[in-house]
């Protein structure tokens, strides 16, 4: 066994919004003398949070004696480097910023596929640690996401581990059937860097940017034109011209950023959407295309990260620019129009009149984070999902007083503040109910059909709520299960 080691950092002079690219360098040393012996660095890119953390893992074994450990905190701010500090630890006598930390996966919510990996298929209420049942990754997570009814996790070494349902092939392991225990595989000859989990396929993104698909393509979710109904081992999808650096599943359609900043859609999963808003008019080809179309609109902005919803999509761009199209059946582009076709931009008065930092997405709630740390959130909120209390606003419905419809009725709910996940360090959104970090501490909110909030309770909460005393450092969910990271003091 190793030693894992994290490292709370404050820094101690605000910066405002400025952007400071801090670098942690981890030397891992058998003696005073042998300075090269291993050493894992990671980058950084922070706002004005005054803590992050930092995850190491070091293979060798550190046992009691001759071994320390330094640590470099270096700063760097336009193109200069400043030292801000080295500090030392010593197994078992840790600096006080610094403690010896093991990470233990916990996973809660719904499981009828196995998507907790504990080897059954019952629903848990409160966040459970998965004990060892057979294999388990080595090194720390670095992504963990769900689908409909699939986990997926990458580690810090770019593997990929993954279980639950299987019956299109989502878990990329060469197979249909259901895992209910975390499997290693698929073997892809590249590190995976990131993934999203769409209802019952996965996208894989690469260190080298290349998107890798596996599951359900009944929709042309996998942006490979000629294959079947579905794939279970991971496909190449060619036609993004240049590398990706971020890539969205939603429930049948998928987006992807290249790193010159276009976007890329595919997937039919909205195309019935579009058709019926646009009615005799042709659909534009990004809603009617099974290998990736570039999105038009984003001539003048450049895009870096995408989310998408059941039937939305999302986008950040540089600047703090958030562009929103595909449905608005429950307000999730702000505007008045039922579905928009091309990307719409969020107006920033909206948001305090502030830039976006970050953008989730539920099925059918949105959640963003401005410069400031504020965190906003909009759509649907019947079962809690938007963490505030004001009600939906139903004033704005479109729809003739005449009509007894509710069908299709258009729910219209503006972006709200959510004070109590003011900086939240990490947010991730289920289907209906999401998680967050704040403060160290881990959140919970919205649907709770299936325990997913992890408050022993199966009671939707309207609120961001503390889970348990869990130290979360990794979060993710599934449709309706949650899983997070957790540092645990030994
Ligand atoms: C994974 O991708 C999402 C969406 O682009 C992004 O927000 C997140 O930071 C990425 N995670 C990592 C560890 O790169
Ligand atoms: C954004 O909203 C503000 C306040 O409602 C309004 O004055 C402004 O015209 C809007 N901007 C755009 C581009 O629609
Ligand atoms: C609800 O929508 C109406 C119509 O768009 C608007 O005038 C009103 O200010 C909204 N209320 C809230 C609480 O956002």
């Known amino acids: 066994m190793g030693v894992h080691f994290l490292i709370w950092v404050s820094v101690l002079k605000a910066y405002g919004s400025f952007k400071c690219v801090y670098k942690i360098e981890l030397y891992v040393m058998n003696d005073l003398s042998d300075k090269s012996e291993q050493k894992y660095s990671q980058r950084f890119f922070m706002s004005d949070q005054s803590v992050f953390a930092a995850r190491f893992w070091c293979e060798r074994t550190l046992g009691n004696r001759n071994c320390f450990t330094t640590v470099s905190l270096i700063q760097k701010t336009g193109s200069a480097l400043r030292q801000c500090g080295t500090f030392c630890i010593l197994p078992g006598n840790p600096w006080k910023q610094i403690r010896n930390m093991e990470f233990c996966l916990y996973a809660w919510g719904a499981n009828s596929y196995g998507q907790l990996g504990r080897g059954d298929a019952e629903d848990l209420s409160d966040p459970r640690r998965l004990g060892r049942l057979g294999a388990m990754p080595s090194v720390p997570l670095r992504v963990l996401r769900g689908g409909g009814g699939h986990t997926v996790a990458i580690t810090e070494d770019g593997e990929v581990w993954s279980c639950g349902q299987n019956h299109r092939g989502q878990l990329g392991l060469g197979h249909t059937s259901d895992v209910s225990t975390l499997h290693p595989g698929p073997a892809l000859k590249q590190r995976v860097v990131n993934v999203s989990c769409g209802w019952d396929f996965t996208l894989f993104l690469t ?284």
């Open 207 to 490: 260190d080298c940017g290349q998107v890798l698909t596996c599951g359900s393509n009944a929709f042309g979710q996998l942006g490979v034109a000629k294959t079947s109904t579905h794939s279970a081992e991971p496909v190449r999808v060619e036609s993004l011209g240049e590398p990706v650096v971020s890539v969205a599943a939603g429930l049948r359609h998928a987006l992807a950023v290249t790193d010159s900043g276009c976007v890329y859609q595919w997937g039919l999963g909205l195309l019935t959407h579009a058709r019926r808003a646009v009615g005799p008019n042709s659909v534009p080809l990004h809603f009617n295309s099974q290998v990736p179309v570039r999105v038009p609109g984003f001539d003048h902005v450049t895009a870096r990260t995408v989310a998408a919803g059941s039937a939305h999509c999302v986008c950040l761009a540089g600047g703090g620019d958030v562009f929103l199209w595909g449905s608005n059946k429950y307000g999730q582009l702000t505007t008045n129009d039922c579905f928009s076709t091309y990307p719409a931009l969020l107006n920033r008065s909206l948001l305090d009149g502030e830039g976006a930092t970050h953008v989730w997405s539920g099925w059918t709630h949105l959640v963003a984070k401005t410069e400031s740390g504020k965190v906003f959130t909009w759509g649907r909120g019947n079962y809690g999902q938007l963490g505030r209390t004001e009600p939906t606003n139903h004033s704005a419905v479109l729809q003739s007083d005449d009509s007894p419809v509710v069908e299709d009725v258009k729910e219209v709910s503006f972006p709200g503040k959510v004070d109590a996940l003011y900086g939240a360090e990490q947010i991730a959104c289920g289907s209906e109910h999401n998680l967050a970090i704040v403060g160290n501490r881990l959140f919970s909110w919205g649907w709770n059909e299936h325990g997913m909030c992890g408050d022993g309770s199966q009671t939707d909460l309207p609120r961001p709520q503390p889970v348990s005393a869990l130290r979360p450092v990794v979060i993710g969910c599934g449709a309706g299960h949650s899983l997070a990271l957790c540092a645990v003091a030994w």
